[in-house]
């Protein structure tokens, strides 16, 4: 069965930081790319970058362009999402995801960004 399971996140003031972790089980997490994902309240789920596999090639959207950093960590099975500078536009809840997770998400964890 594929879990994934978010945490890392909570309330920060306008330019502060988190680092958020997506540890996944049930399927071969170094052979696929790990994204992250955002929903801000009444808005389309974004993509907000991706990793591919072992060789660590990123894409992340302009938005959050040298101020996220996504990792991977392949013997932990984890993905991770440093994010700096952080603007009240950034809240949201944040998932991972893959296409090995064969269409299934996790709960997320809630990103609230504000004074």
């Known amino acids: 069965q594929v879990q994934l399971v978010e945490s890392g996140g909570g309330r920060v003031q306008p330019g502060g930081s988190l680092r958020l972790s997506c540890t996944a089980s049930?399927?071969?997490?170094?052979?696929?790319?790990m994204s992250w994902y955002r929903q801000a309240p009444g808005k389309e789920r974004e993509l907000v970058a991706i990793i591919f596999t072992a060789g660590g090639s990123t894409n992340y959207a302009d938005s959050v362009k040298g101020r996220f950093t996504i990792s991977r960590d392949n013997a932990k099975n984890t993905v991770y999402l440093q994010m700096n500078s952080l603007k009240p536009e950034d809240t949201a809840v944040y998932y991972c995801n893959s296409k090995g997770s064969s269409g299934y998400w996790g709960q997320g964890t809630q990103v609230t960004v504000s004074s």
């Open positions: 049930g399927f071969t997490f170094g052979t696929y790319a």
